[in-house]
């Protein structure tokens, strides 16, 4: 995950943050990388919505 620190402190929602600072987040969080393939679900509509993501690559 720390490999990722660089492309988190560019978004947004972390902007301002230090990476140790980050890593320590994403560790409270339980925080995963996962990498999805084009058509792949990720969620289907009318499912609840626990978690939350941060697209890194590719398109919305």
Known sequence: MNE???DLKQTNL???IEPQE???LLHC???RYVRYVKDDT???EGN???DFGIM???RG
């Open 4 to 6: 990722l620190i660089e």
């Open 14 to 16: 972390l902007s301002g």
């Open 22 to 24: 980050i890593d320590g």
């Open 29 to 31: 969080l339980c925080a």
């Open 42 to 44: 990720i969620i289907e």
């Open 48 to 50: 609840k919505v626990y």
């Open 56 to 58: 890194l690559s590719g």
